[in-house]
């Protein structure tokens, strides 16, 4: 582990203001994380938000792989030893990398995942399994029933809603008592896929939840 690096303060703020808008339910769970494990889960999100507007930037399946490729070099780049390239999500993201001993393999198993909605549906459970085991790793938790839950609440919040996606939510849900308290800054957002919490309701309804460790 190379904990030596660290990224400008304007890094963060960006990485901070982004996830903030453009991922509320998350970026609200994150925040019951201490630091600097907060930091490094909003760094995991807006790495997969980059990723996820590949889609958006362009429609051409040519410049989105280029895009992407962008993206598995400064991966590898986050993940070694020198200095990163100057773009504020890949600084947060090589001192998150670096903190917490990621490889690069497991940043660009997420570039890979989302690399299948270019062209295609994107896979949930591949993507949700890739993002969960980087914020698995920076919660430093490793046990069977914690892992299943998380990967199950990452995947079922990319999906849309339905019958399936509840399922999934109870399935989660079902391990409550076996999993790591530790883990639920990665597992409240499960509260905003079922029920109706209002925006100004989340807040206390996260805060609540933590309190009880439920989820």
């Not at 299948?116 to 896979?123: H, W």
């Not at 998380?150 to 076996?178: N, S, W």
């Amino acid at each position: 582990m190379n904990a030596g690096y660290r990224a400008p303060e304007a890094s963060h703020r960006y990485v901070l203001d982004t996830v903030r808008s453009v991922d509320r339910d998350r970026f609200l769970a994150a925040l019951f994380a201490p630091e600097p494990a907060r930091s490094d889960l909003l760094a995991l999100l807006a790495f997969d938000h980059e990723l996820a507007r590949t889609r958006l930037v362009t429609r051409e399946p040519m410049l989105a792989e280029i895009r992407l490729e962008w993206w598995r070099e400064a991966a590898n780049e986050a993940a070694g030893a020198g200095k990163p390239r100057a773009q504020p999500v890949v600084e947060a993201l090589s001192e998150t990398a670096r903190r917490h001993g990621l490889a690069a393999e497991a940043l660009i198993a997420l570039i890979d995942a989302r690399a299948e909605e270019v062209e295609g549906p994107l896979d949930v459970l591949r993507t949700g399994r890739a993002l969960a085991d980087l914020q698995l790793g920076v919660l430093g938790i490793e046990d069977g029933p914690t892992r299943e839950a998380v990967r199950t609440v990452a995947a079922a919040g990319l999906m849309g809603e339905g019958p399936e996606r509840d399922d999934m939510v109870r399935q989660a849900r079902a391990r409550r008592a076996e999993i790591d308290r530790a883990a639920l800054p990665i597992l409240l957002p499960a509260l905003s896929l079922t029920g109706n919490l209002s925006a100004w309701r989340k807040p206390l309804a996260y805060w609540w939840a933590a309190r009880r460790g439920r989820y």
